[in-house]
């Protein structure tokens, strides 16, 4: 029996014994990448033998036509409240607050989701998720140069509000692609070829899928420190990008009066734009998981 849907979601399969994954794009609208992986998958399933039920949807499809990150607030930060949504008045949620609560069971239900995102600013493709045997298993023929995930000691309600973070919770393996900057759909094909190899891994399609040989195994980094703005006047040194590396000791910003430096060699993980007081200016991540 398949799955009851939400919304701007399809199934494929559902007859077969087997895994339920479910592989969303577009839960911000300005990500068109996910977007273009959804519409060539629905297409390619259709010829494909799934066992068990592969579910592709769009996560914010409001925002996605109007092509804007979101329509009232960033829906992959209402997934950690699950009693705020319920409780809210109808007509008091937000858009994004409707959108969760259609999303909120299914994602309670899956074996495996794979969020897939791109990022605000140049980036080459990354892998975010939990430091575990079942969710490497399930990324191993991958091509990508790193896999993040939270140090051992690291905890941060942004971390823990998403879709993914759902889907662990309840026993799944949830995975975010990151696919490179939100400009450059250029490797639209590399990212496809990831989401067949992680359908052929999870054991629900593509089961005679080659994936490209992967050049080096990923490398692995532990976000192990927020760093957050102290007043109105934070600016970082430079432009820094994703995995940009700093030494120990090195001065990366100032915040008012005082020099920011890092007292270990560290990564930039999603550095910001448009830096406000209170705020998240980056994340930092080492080599080492503590």
């Given at each position: 029996m398949k799955t009851i849907l939400p919304p701007y979601a399809d199934s494929f399969g559902g007859v077969t014994?087997?895994?339920?994954?479910?592989?969303?794009?577009?839960?911000?609208?300005?990500?068109?990448?996910?977007?273009?992986?959804?519409?060539?998958?629905?297409?390619?399933?259709?010829?494909?033998?799934?066992?068990?039920?592969?579910?592709v949807m769009i996560g914010n499809p409001e925002a996605v036509e109007k092509k804007v990150r979101f329509v009232d607030s960033d829906?992959?930060?209402?997934?950690?409240?699950?009693?705020?949504?319920k409780n809210k008045p109808l007509q008091a949620r937000l858009k994004e607050e409707v959108r969760a609560r259609e999303i909120m069971p299914l994602l309670k239900k899956v074996d495996y989701l794979l969020d897939i995102h791109s990022?605000?600013?140049p980036s080459i493709p990354f892998l975010y998720m939990e430091n575990t045997k079942k969710h490497r298993k399930a990324v191993e023929e991958w091509s990508v140069p790193y896999i993040i995930s939270p140090d051992y000691n690291f905890t941060n309600q942004a971390f823990r509000s998403c879709m993914d973070n759902i889907v662990d919770a309840h026993g799944g393996v949830g995975i975010t692609y990151e696919t490179g900057w939100n400009q450059d759909n250029s490797h639209f094909e590399s990212v496809l070829s990831n989401v067949?190899?992680?359908?052929?891994?999870?054991?629900?399609?593509?089961?005679?899928?080659?994936?490209n040989e992967?050049?080096?195994a990923p490398q692995s980094l532990f976000i192990y420190k927020e760093l957050i703005a102290q007043t109105k006047k934070f600016v970082f040194e430079k432009d820094f990008n994703n995995f940009a590396f700093v030494s120990k000791g090195e001065v990366i910003a100032r915040d008012g009066t005082q020099c920011v430096s890092v007292d270990q060699d560290s990564y930039f993980i999603f550095p910001k734009m448009n830096i406000k007081q209170g705020k998240t200016a980056t994340?930092?991540?080492?080599?080492?998981?503590?």
């Open positions: 014994p087997g895994p339920m994954v479910l592989v969303v794009g577009g839960t911000h609208g300005d990500e068109p990448m996910g977007v273009q992986v959804i519409h060539a998958l629905k297409e390619e399933l259709k010829n494909q033998a799934v066992v068990g039920e592969i579910i829906l992959n930060r209402f997934f950690g409240n699950e009693a705020a949504l990022t605000l600013k067949k190899a992680f359908l052929k891994q999870t054991g629900a399609a593509f089961h005679d899928f080659k994936s992967l050049p080096s994340y930092l991540a080492r080599t080492i998981n503590n």
